[in-house]
């Protein structure tokens, strides 16, 4: 017993020691809940606890360092306070696009794909989370290989957790001459595997002019449905002009790091110009290939600026404080605050872990309105003059995980036409009603909400 005990006390000291090391040396910045999480589990079962440790112990890359010297930028001309912002995240400089055009439904959607990749003649670049095996998926990869035939060059970057149950769509890219990628690594200890870090960035660009981006995965679910299923509502657009480009920057450092996790370089940082307040957007960037919390950090800044109003849509509600407590003292100064969420999503644990969350919002006055059908935009408008729209949920995974991407659109004509879109889509919502409080409905809140910020 006493050599088991001797033995026992060194894993947990090395088990304390790796988290030490991993944590300060390599700016893992963990949230205080996740932080007593692991180092509780080390302790009282280090040998479970050390393995899960290095598959999903990392928030941040090695890589994951500034580019540029914060203190050497001098404000941007005619800058917003979140052009600001953006400019000290160390995020790309507004840029200017020709058109935009918001999907109201997922046959626009698929349409407006279909165009992008038929169009295509010198270069297709597409990330998703899940490229699934179905109609959808079978009918993209027939056009695909017909762009690769054509001569076009054709990446496809799919995440590996996503990835799983459609090997076979992605066989058939390669064999047609596509260049396919999946990213990351879920059940390896050793390369950098990081297991618990996801691509969860959707878009598609075409000749480093046209993209296509939004909420949707490449599956049948999010376009046109099944008999008896209806698509699932969500939002996709698309852009032309210089704009494009960003993605395809994006997309080449997300290629770099799928292609070797361990030794993929940084994004090259780009040259700042003036802000020009008409026909530009910014694009944002997030995940653990990033110093800050990119999207936690201009969500929380962007509610907090409102002074009229903030609607978000999002499948997911599970926020940390910060995003919470800027809500609620906006609802609470007086700005409308409304929120859009399906009655119940695809993930159970999620729904189970926003009631608590909710209360508050519905105390301090905010609306918050659920739709029947499964919702899965994803969406911030502040005020009249500012949406923010792409891959991004209101959640802990999504906020502080995974490799996200959104837009930050001002041009009024185009923040109106994503209104309208989101609109249509919660069309039928109705105010929610919370369940009737008791003590261990709150203690089963409080342990979801745990254990969902850890997954």
Not at 123 to 136: H, K, Q
Not at 207 to 217: I, L
Not at 276 to 293: C, F, H, L
Request: charged share 20%; proline share 7%; glycine share 6%.
């Amino acid at each position: 017993m006493r050599y088991f005990l001797s033995w026992h006390s060194v894993a947990i000291a090395f088990g304390i020691l790796a988290y030490a090391v991993t944590t300060i040396a390599m700016g893992q910045k963990r949230h205080p809940s996740a932080a007593i999480a692991w180092l509780l589990a080390i302790v009282l079962v280090p040998y479970l606890s050390l393995p899960l440790f290095f598959m999903f112990g990392t928030r941040k890359l090695p890589t994951a360092r500034r580019t540029r010297d914060l203190a050497a930028r001098p404000p941007l001309p005619g800058a917003t306070p979140l052009d600001t912002l953006c400019n000290a995240l160390d995020l790309p400089p507004p840029e200017t696009y020709d058109d935009f055009l918001a999907h109201e439904n997922g046959h626009e959607a698929r349409d407006g794909l279909w165009r992008l990749v038929d169009g295509a003649s010198e270069s297709l670049e597409i990330c998703t989370y899940i490229f699934a095996s179905d109609t959808l998926g079978a009918a993209l990869a027939d056009r695909l290989a017909a762009a690769a035939a054509r001569g076009v060059r054709v990446r496809v970057l799919v995440d590996a957790v996503g990835a799983l149950g459609h090997g076979r769509v992605l066989r058939r890219l390669a064999r047609a001459g596509v260049a396919v990628a999946r990213f990351g690594r879920p059940l390896s200890l050793f390369r950098g595997s990081h297991a618990n870090l996801r691509n969860h960035r959707k878009y598609a660009v075409a000749d480093g002019s046209r993209v296509w981006a939004g909420g949707r995965n490449l599956a049948a679910e999010y376009f046109e449905g099944s008999p008896g299923r209806p698509a699932w509502r969500d939002l996709t657009f698309e852009m032309t002009g210089r704009f494009a480009r960003n993605f395809v920057a994006v997309f080449d450092a997300d290629w770099a790091l799928a292609s070797n996790a361990a030794h993929a370089p940084p994004g090259a940082a780009p040259v700042e110009t003036p802000c020009v307040p008409e026909k530009t957007a910014r694009i944002i960037p997030s995940g653990p290939d990033r110093p800050d919390d990119t999207w936690h950090a201009v969500l929380v800044s962007a509610i907090s600026a409102a002074r009229l109003r903030v609607a978000v849509f999002t499948p997911y509600f599970v926020p940390d404080p910060a995003v919470l407590d800027a809500l609620v003292l906006a609802a609470k100064r007086g700005v409308t605050v409304e929120l859009f969420l399906p009655v119940r999503s695809n993930h159970r644990l999620a729904d189970a872990a926003r009631t608590r969350a909710l209360r508050e919002m519905l105390a301090a006055g905010a609306r918050v309105e659920c739709v029947p059908a499964m919702n899965h935009a994803k969406a911030v408008l502040v005020d009249d003059g500012l949406a923010l729209v792409g891959s991004a949920n209101l959640d802990a995974r999504s906020l502080f995980l995974n490799f996200e991407i959104m837009i930050a659109l001002r041009e009024p004509v185009y923040v109106y036409a994503i209104e309208h879109s989101l609109r249509n889509l919660a069309r039928d919502a109705r105010p929610y009603v919370p369940p009737q409080p008791a003590w261990w409905r709150a203690f089963v809140d409080g342990l979801v909400l745990w254990v969902a910020f850890q997954l």
